[in-house]
Nanobody
């Protein structure tokens, strides 16, 4: 079994910062990529940022220059440093891990989400 767990969400003021963490655990053979997605009420889930096991990154235009994804491959963990937060960043943030569990196929696993609210 594989579990993906996010943490670090909360309430912050506009312009503030927050750091999210995501850890994948279980019978993991290899993690190939991990990423962050977010979903606001009434909207579709959107990609925020991804990082490969080799360190390649991808950012949505809306967060580029403000958010930074980093990784700890040894612990199957990624972080999302969010700076200069805006009200429109308010959403539930979900972590996704693309990995092979045991000898199974390459599969994406979702976490349960962590709420980020940016408000005065």
């Amino acid at each position: 079994q594989v579990q993906v767990v996010e943490s670090g969400g909360g309430l912050v003021q506009p312009g503030g910062s927050l750091r999210l963490s995501c850890a994948a655990s279980g019978s993991i053979f290899r993690v190939f990529a991990m990423g962050w997605y977010r979903q606001a009420p009434g909207k579709q889930r959107e990609l925020v940022t991804t990082i490969s096991s080799g360190g390649g990154t991808n950012y949505a235009d809306s967060v580029k220059g403000r958010f930074t994804i980093s990784r700890d491959n040894a612990n199957n963990t990624v972080y999302l440093q969010m700076n200069s937060l805006k009200a429109e960043d308010t959403a539930t943030y979900y972590c996704n891990a693309v990995l092979v569990a045991g000898t199974g196929p390459l599969t994406g696993y979702w976490g349960q989400g962590t709420q980020v609210t940016v408000s005065s």
